[in-house]
């Protein structure tokens, strides 16, 4: 694992930053499937794109993580919390602690969302094996510790995520959003016919 200014340029984390400020408005989706192993929540992303793994803990404030993952492989990490006063739009640097590895003065978010209060952030794309493979996640404000979160079942609860992510791509393969097949459309519909392309992957 490294430190997100090792693994990301000055340009990335540009780019990162204003992704994660169009996250900060994010609605988290209801549809959500039974719990994995471990109490994980597999759910649909509201967007369509994408799903995500949530759990619920029994701490102060009644912690909530959420983590995300894209058709595209992108991830985002969400942490919540009734008690913190962190703003909307707030930019943060916190100290991430896997069991494997850490990233110290990793950027995130401040963010509003389901009457708490608390961040969101991005990782490098092995980020989801780490938090499969880990038992904790220990996040720190410096010195100051901010929260310290068990991560039973998350092997079996991103095996999960992932299957999910993956069954959104298979339905949107040659279909409209509704799941019905589209007709078979030229890449060029104004092109000559013998140029218009057969459309096999529309």
Same mark, same amino acid.
């Given at each position: 694992?490294?430190? %997100?200014?090792?693994?990301?340029? #000055? @340009?990335?984390?540009? $780019?990162? +930053?204003?992704?994660?400020?169009?996250?900060?408005?994010?609605?988290?989706?209801?549809?959500?499937?039974?719990? %994995?192993?471990?109490?994980?929540?597999?759910?649909? %992303? &509201?967007?369509? =794109?994408?799903? !995500?793994?949530? *759990?619920?803990?029994?701490?102060?404030?009644?912690?909530?993580?959420?983590?995300?993952?894209?058709?595209?492989?992108?991830?985002?990490?969400?942490?919540?919390? %009734?008690?913190?006063?962190? *703003?909307?739009?707030?930019?943060?640097?916190?100290?991430?602690?896997?069991?494997?590895?850490?990233?110290?003065?990793?950027? +995130? $978010?401040?963010?509003?969302?389901?009457?708490?209060?608390?961040?969101?952030?991005?990782? /490098?794309?092995?980020?989801?094996?780490? $938090?499969?493979?880990?038992?904790?996640? &220990? $996040?720190?404000?410096?010195?100051?510790?901010? /929260? *310290?979160?068990?991560?039973?079942?998350?092997?079996?609860?991103?095996?999960?995520? @992932?299957?999910?992510?993956?069954?959104?791509?298979?339905?949107?393969?040659?279909? =409209?959003? =509704?799941?019905? #097949?589209?007709?078979?459309?030229?890449?060029?519909? !104004?092109?000559?016919?013998?140029?218009?392309?057969?459309? *096999? =992957?529309?």
């Amino acid at each position: 694992m490294l430190s %997100s200014q090792t693994f990301l340029p #000055r @340009r990335a984390r540009a $780019i990162a +930053a204003a992704t994660l400020l169009s996250l900060a408005g994010t609605t988290f989706a209801r549809d959500a499937a039974a719990p %994995s192993p471990g109490g994980w929540v597999i759910s649909r %992303s &509201e967007g369509g =794109d994408g799903c !995500f793994m949530s *759990k619920s803990f029994d701490h102060p404030g009644a912690t909530t993580l959420l983590f995300g993952l894209d058709g595209d492989g992108t991830n985002h990490l969400t942490v919540l919390n %009734s008690h913190w006063s962190i *703003k909307p739009r707030d930019r943060l640097k916190l100290d991430f602690r896997l069991t494997g590895g850490a990233y110290p003065g990793h950027f +995130a $978010i401040g963010l509003a969302a389901d009457g708490k209060r608390g961040f969101v952030t991005s990782f /490098e794309p092995r980020f989801p094996a780490y $938090i499969a493979a880990s038992r904790t996640l &220990e $996040i720190a404000r410096g010195k100051v510790p901010v /929260e *310290k979160l068990p991560l039973d079942g998350s092997g079996a609860a991103v095996a999960s995520l @992932r299957k999910c992510v993956a069954a959104l791509g298979r339905r949107g393969k040659g279909s =409209d959003q =509704d799941g019905t #097949r589209r007709p078979r459309i030229p890449l060029d519909p !104004f092109a000559a016919p013998a140029s218009r392309g057969d459309g *096999k =992957d529309g």
